[in-house]
Each structure stands twice: as C-alpha cells, then as structure tokens.
T-cell receptor, first 115, second 115 residues
C-alpha cells in the first residue's frame, strides 16, 4: 500500500533563509509525486510534480524538489524564503497502478516565515 | 476564468437542516472529487466520479449524497446536518483517474459551519 509521511508538522524560517520541507513516501511501484500549497482560506495549488522524468523538479515561486528513490524521499526546497511563502504545504502520492484511484495526502506542514 | 468553482463559499446553518454545495469545472476533465478538510487541515477523500460514474465512495455517512449531472459538475447534498459536519469542503478535478501523472485542480472551498 502507498503512504506518504511529512516529517514536520511545523517549520519556521527567517525571511531570506532556505526552506526545507520533508516528505517520505512508500510505494510498491514508481509513483507520481506532487507538492501543493494552501494559503490561508484558499484552495490547494500545485507547486510541482514528479512523473518519472527528471529527478530534480522545478516548480512555481522558486520551489524545487528532488526525487530520491534510494531514500524514498521527495523533499521540497527553496533557496530564500519570502513572507508570502507562509502557508500549509502538502506532499501527495498518486499511485502508479491502475485500479487504485486515490491520491494519498500527507498531513501537511505549516510553514511560518519570520520577518 | 475560474477553473474549478464552488458555491457557496460560506455556509452557516443549524443542526438538522439539509444543504447542498455545487461544484463546476471548465477544464474538460473527466474526474471530479469531494474532499473534507478538518480543523487540523487533514484532507480526507469523500467521493470521486469519473465520467459521471461513482468511483470512490469512502466511509462517509449516508447523509452525504453526491450527484454528477454531467462531467463538468459534481454537487454534494448533505441531509440532517450535524455539528461534526463543520469543515471546509473542497471540490477538485483531474484529467483522468489517479494512477497516472495527472495533477488535481482544487476549488476555493466551502466553509460549512453547523450551529
């Protein structure tokens, strides 16, 4: 069975410092992986996705993530945090086999950016 | 143009009432979803439709009934509302069923408050 674990429920960084949001997954097959961002009182927006092409994926707003099969990880990073990055972030696995139709959501990481 | 829209955005009602939430997507997608997000931001899949056919029906009380009149619309009707139904409900769509590399597009959410 597929699963996804976001290792930190809360992360605080200072503006201008790097961001690291950690995500580990479990899958019997080569999964598709996504990061979504949810700003307060908004819907979820896709940041980036991995679909078995390049292992380093670039997304919107300067975010990127690296797929590491050996570590079963898909951590989200950004070199320099901005105040507008404060939000909830979700790591999501889409099972790669037919017959399983559920996206598996992590429990979310709340990013706080300090001035 | 809004890709996935929901109405209403806010819904305040009393216990025992019946209410509906409407969702429409203009992306030409085949699959639509309803999610429930609780106060801790956990996202739980409720239902999924593919080409108007019910695909996912999670352990949800019978008081919740989805209806998909066509591929572009997925409505959620809730009977006999209870305090525990208070949450944010998100509609989403994807090009096809999970199991591929298709990202989901989310609506802005409907905040339901039952008093």
């Amino acid at each position: 069975a597929q699963s996804v674990t976001q290792l930190d429920s809360h992360v605080s960084v200072s503006e201008g410092t790097p961001v690291l949001l950690r995500c580990n997954y479990s899958s019997s097959y080569s999964p598709s992986l996504f990061w979504y961002v949810q700003h307060p009182n908004k819907g979820l927006q896709l940041l980036l996705k991995y679909t078995s092409a390049a292992t380093l994926v670039k997304g919107i707003n300067g975010f990127e993530a690296e797929f590491k099969k050996s570590e079963t990880s898909f951590h989200l990073t950004k070199p320099s945090a901005h105040m507008s990055d404060a939000a909830e972030y979700f790591c999501v696995v889409s099972p790669s086999t037919s017959g399983t139709y559920k996206y598996i959501f992590g429990t979310g990481t709340r990013l706080k950016v300090l001035a | 143009d809004t890709a996935v829209s929901q109405t209403p955005k806010y819904l305040v009602t009393q216990m025992g009432n019946d209410k509906s939430i409407k969702c429409e997507q203009n992306l030409g997608h085949d699959t639509m979803y309803w999610y429930k997000q609780d106060s801790k931001k956990f996202l739980k899949i409720m239902f999924s439709y593919n080409n108007k056919e019910l695909i996912i029906n999670e352990t949800v009380p019978n008081r919740f009934s989805p209806k998909s009149p066509d591929k572009a619309h997925l409505n959620l009707h809730i009977n006999s509302l209870e305090l525990g139904d208070s949450a944010v409900y998100f509609c989403a769509s994807s090009q096809d069923l999970a199991g591929g590399s298709y990202e989901q597009y989310f609506g802005p959410g409907t905040r339901l408050t039952v008093t």
